[in-house]
DNA sequence: TCAGTTTACATGCTTTTGCATCTACTGACA
DNA sequence: TGTCAGTAGATGCAAAAGCATGTAAACTGA
């Protein structure tokens, strides 16, 4: 009961990871709606968004299918759409010949950044006010100890 | 600089956007692999829990259109799916003719309570080892004013 | 009080999603 | 080195989602 690092109670958990759902549901239903998600779906933006942060510039698609809610046929025609409108290209991973590896196009970087900027504009304006800088750090904090600690399996 | 309340970065507020998307993310994809997920899908159940905190017990359909994420045609759908299951019951609003109310059947009550007690105890057990019970409850704080304060518009 | 606007939900139609399954390749082990 | 389980992604098909629009009720303001 005293301890400084005692382990959380059932309660506390589940009353956290409520709070935190519907916090991204009330973003996310404001953020569906601005007019920088007419251009292309919110879930082909995110896409995009983590092609953009992969440092070599290809990702697997089993990987990329990771950070993403869909199921894997899904993102497989998902990519077969952004091929078609020339925003990624694929290739066949070399040492894996039953990989496929994709990456943005010019195009589909420069639309990238062209949403991104508006986007994390907007983001800016919806939450700064809500807490302060500090605030916001601690919170940073928080979700990313919560997400390296989540227990596997 | 140097004031305590200090308005937030741009980059502050969308890392720490961006860190609590992903953790979202994170959990997210393993639950939705989890067995209790079998009989009803989750967006299914997100529908049933909304409807189980509803202190009285009827719930108008825009209302719970809002703490969704689905568009309000397939929220409709998806309510006339449910009440062919038996899970919810629908009536028209008494002092507006235009609305519906829904609630849970007793069956749709059983089910959720069944399926939320297992998936409070997984959902217990995949996040509880990351973070303390302080932190836990600082987390919550946080999301709850985060959310709280969302600037409209 | 009544024309015009707005709101709540339903519906027709197309696109996207997911499940189950298939194919092709890899890696492990005998 | 050949068999066999496991993995990566594609595909057929049915279910669900979204967009545009329809209908009906509720407001609004001359």
Redesign the interface.
């Known amino acids: 009961m005293a301890d400084?690092?005692?382990?959380?109670?059932?309660r506390?958990?589940?009353?956290?990871?409520e709070?935190?759902?519907?916090?991204?549901?009330?973003?996310?239903?404001?953020m569906?709606q601005l007019p920088e998600f007419k251009k292309l779906a919110m879930r082909e933006y995110d896409v995009l968004f983590n092609l953009s942060h992969c440092p070599t510039g290809w990702t697997r698609l089993n990987e990329l299918n990771?950070?993403?809610?869909i199921s894997q046929p899904s993102l497989s025609r998902m990519v077969e759409r952004l091929e078609a409108k020339g925003l990624v290209q694929r290739r066949t991973a070399e040492r894996d010949q039953r990989g496929i590896e994709i990456a943005l196009t010019e195009e589909g970087r420069a639309l990238q950044q062209e949403i991104g900027r508006v986007h994390?504009?907007h983001?800016?304006?919806?939450?700064?006010?809500?807490?302060?800088?500090?605030?916001?750090?601690?919170?940073?904090f928080?979700?990313?100890?919560?997400?390296?600690?989540?227990?596997?399996r």
């Not at 519907?22 to 239903?29: G, L």
């Not at 809500?130 to 605030?135: D, G, R």
């Open positions: 400084e690092e005692s382990q959380p109670q059932i506390t958990t589940s009353e956290a990871w709070s935190l759902f519907r916090t991204q549901v009330a973003v996310m239903r404001r569906q990771e950070a993403l809610l994390v504009r983001l800016h304006e919806m939450l700064a006010p809500a807490l302060s800088e500090e605030e916001f750090k601690q919170l940073q928080l979700t990313e100890k919560l997400r390296t600690g989540i227990k596997d």
